[in-house]
């Protein structure tokens, strides 16, 4: 008899079979991937690995993808180490998180592989990005919490309410005051009936009024007139529209205005020239000079003067002069005596405290000013000096009359608030008889130092 034909083989050779079976489909249906070496593995750590054991699951997108082989303590934290498929393409950027797995207490592990462009997590390595998931006991710590809270409010409700607590607490005191409000409210229109009653109607009779003054349908209505006025709106509106056109289509002076580049040009030309003007008016300067001076052998003499100055290099200057040695006026007589010989008489005439007139222009040339015109009635020339850019300091030379020559030097020297004091000489050739040396005071007075003394003052 054959050997693979006897009782005891078949046997044996079923009992094998069926071992094998239950062994491949054991391998099928376990939640660990490393069977046949086709796995990779990998360990993180947990701060508390309550309700993991070793063979739990781990899953990424819900479904099983490994389980984990070893739970350890290591540097007071859980070390777990896991096994995962190797086709899942873990990376250094993949996540772990541990989860409920229902409400019993039982937990396991959710991996998200990370991202595909990061570099993959070497066989064995650690899983630095965990996140600690919500378990039971977490909730029940917050529950807890929050029972406390409500029932510390209910106790501070309970206080605040009560007869005792009502000035204790914040709400307390609001309650209060609402008490107090509506008790005030209540017995204000209890008091007031008859006046909120009156109200009452007043507000009837406005809110019929507007009502009959809206649905008023008479020519003269508000209904009527509201649509005439619509109409009047819209023709208005058609108007614009057709101005508008106009003047886009270069009509009319408006429209040459904005479409004719000439005419724009002239325009902008003559604002330009009158803004010019404006702006020079806004530049020149206006300064008001008083001053009176003591010659020894003639007397006080005093003038005052105006200054316009439209530029930094250049000024104007008129003045009117009290000269108590007057005007002299002479005269050359021819005389004869009974037909004899005719005889040449010069005549001297002098108008005493005769006002005389000044008209000067003067050009700034670095630190000199020449001035030129009408000095105390006759023509004339000057100089002015201030060294060394003093412009407070100033040595002045001026000659005028010069059929006898007046040659007359002065110098001055201005404080502030436009003060100045002046001595000099006059006719220094001794051409007429007003030769004498002189010293007095002034005061300058510009735009700057008027507005500076009216802020000045008192008043």
């Known amino acids: 008899m054959s050997f693979f034909s006897t009782a005891e083989f078949k046997v044996g050779a ?4 069926i071992g094998a079976l239950i062994a491949l489909m054991s391998m099928q249906v376990s939640d660990d991937p490393s069977f046949l070496g086709r796995s990779k593995k990998a360990w993180f750590y947990l701060d508390n690995a309550n309700g993991l054991t070793k063979g739990s699951a781990i899953r990424s997108a819900g479904i099983p993808v ?13 070390r777990i180490d896991v096994t995962v498929k190797s086709d899942v393409p873990l990376t250094r950027s993949a996540i772990v998180e541990m989860r409920a797995n229902g409400i019993l207490g039982d937990k396991y592990i959710e991996i998200s592989p990370g991202s595909a462009t990061d570099p993959g997590l070497e066989d064995g390595g650690q899983i630095a990005n965990v996140k600690t998931g919500g378990s039971l006991d977490d ?3 917050q529950v807890s919490d929050i029972t406390t809270s409500l029932k510390d409010v209910a106790k501070n409700l309970n206080e605040a309410t009560s007869a005792e607590g009502t000035n204790k607490h914040i709400m307390g005191r609001i309650v209060q005051n609402i008490e ?3 008790g005030d409210l209540s017995q204000m229109t209890a008091e007031n009936k008859e006046q909120i009653s009156e ?4 507000v009837h009779d406005i809110t019929s009024t507007m009502d009959g003054l809206i649905n008023d349908e008479s020519e003269t209505g508000f209904k009527k ?9 819209d023709k208005s509106l058609k108007n614009i529209e057709e101005i508008t056109d106009k003047v886009n289509k270069g009509e009319g002076t408006i429209g040459k205005l904005i479409s004719d580049e000439k005419t724009a040009e002239d325009v902008s030309s003559a604002i330009e020239g009158i803004s010019g003007l404006v702006d020079t008016a806004n530049k020149t300067t206006t ?6 001076y003591y010659l020894n052998d003639i007397g006080a003499k005093s003038s005052i003067g105006i200054q316009i100055q439209p530029g930094l290099d250049r000024y104007y200057y008129l003045a009117l002069v009290d000269d108590p040695a007057g005007v002299v006026d002479k005269k050359n007589i021819l005389t004869t005596t009974n037909g004899g010989t ?12 005769k006002t005389k007139f000044t008209a000067l222009f003067a050009k700034n040339v670095f630190d000199f000013t020449l001035k030129g015109g009408l000095i105390e009635n006759a023509g004339g020339i000057g100089v002015d000096y201030s060294p060394f850019k003093m412009h407070r300091l100033k040595f002045s030379v001026e000659a005028f009359d010069f059929g006898d020559t007046n040659l007359r030097t002065t110098v001055s020297y201005k404080f502030r608030y436009g003060m100045y004091v002046l001595a000099g000489y006059n006719d220094m050739l001794h051409n007429t008889d007003a030769q004498s040396a002189y010293a007095g005071a002034g005061l300058f007075l510009t735009n700057d130092d008027l507005k500076l003394l009216l802020t000045k003052s008192p008043f």
């Open 287 to 292: 300064a008001f000079d008083f001053n009176g």
């Open 14 to 17: 079923l009992v094998v079979s």
């Open 139 to 141: 909730v029940m710590t």
């Open 199 to 202: 109200i009452v109607d007043q």
């Open 342 to 353: 005719p005889n040449n008489v010069d005549e001297t005439t002098t108008y005493k405290n």
């Open 180 to 182: 107090k409000l509506t």
């Open 66 to 78: 490994g389980a984990i082989k070893d739970i350890s303590l290591a540097e007071g934290k859980a």
């Open 225 to 233: 007139t509201w649509k005439n006025s619509m109409v009047r709106i």
